[in-house]
């Protein structure tokens, strides 16, 4: 858990931006949302403080605040336009959204998803934007698997073999293809909200990780649940079809999609099959079927197509 310092500090930033915003917000109580070494939110009434990554700074934060400040049909604008310092770590305020509920699959919103991400890559890159970081994410998570002692030996090494065989650039060791667009940089339907809550549209959050890169990332994480067998193909062809019908970028308007996707989506299935070794090690458990299954599709990744292996198609 989150050092206790840290975590009532937060609690009292997110209590004084309510109250400046809502003096009779109605609640006193602060409630965390996310307590994880990379970040803590905690919610009061109508306001979320943040504390982002240990290694954030404000020259690769702010600029990505700003980014989303003059998008705000797309990214939930931040109500400090500039991070603050507590205990060591950056913190910003947002106004509370409804998140999507896990327990109701059959409501998730592909295609509003779908439409911001399209809105996201066709938006002009701002100057002085950070690169986006999923590659860099991924290659964390590798390394995290390569130092976790007691993980599952077979499952390990079809992981670093499907890692080992991709593209520099996928692998975070070379810069991303051009041309770059804006892009979320880790996409899910945990990073997207409602607001003003609890009925009001779908945008996207979490800046962390925002940046200019390769579009196809942002599609990846759905792609490859898809091609695990993880997420239907409805599911599936709902998201794509409405990112398509957006104008979005990443993929091509018709035809197959997966010479552009095929790289991210090995990627994000090595990054989640590494995050769920290291997880099951720590734990001391076997890995579950949907842990084994992400395991199972890095062991089958055939090599390839040479056209694949410096960049990334249109």
Known sequence: MTAHPLLSGLAARAEAAAHSLAPDCGSCTAVTLADRPDALVVRHAGTVAKAHPPDSTPAD???RLTTAARLPGLLLPPLTPAPADLHGRLVTCWP?????????PDAAPWEEAAALLAGLHRA???AGLPV?????????????????TGAPRPAASAVLRAWDALPAWA????????????CHGDFHLGQLVRHPAPDGPWLLIDVDDLGTGVPAWDLARPAAWYACGLLPSDEWSRFLTAYRAAGGTAVPTEGDPWPALDVPARALTVQTAARAIAKAAYEGRALDEVEQCLVDACDRMVPLPPELTQGSPK
């Open 171 to 182: 692998r975070d060791e070379a810069p991303q293809p051009a041309p770059a667009a804006l």
């Open 132 to 148: 986006m970081r999923g590659p860099a994410k991924a290659a964390l998570a590798v390394a995290r698997l390569r130092s976790t």
């Open 61 to 63: 934060l702010v600029p």
């Open 124 to 126: 002009p890159v701002p």
């Open 96 to 104: 509370y959204g409804r998140p999507v509920d896990p327990a109701d």
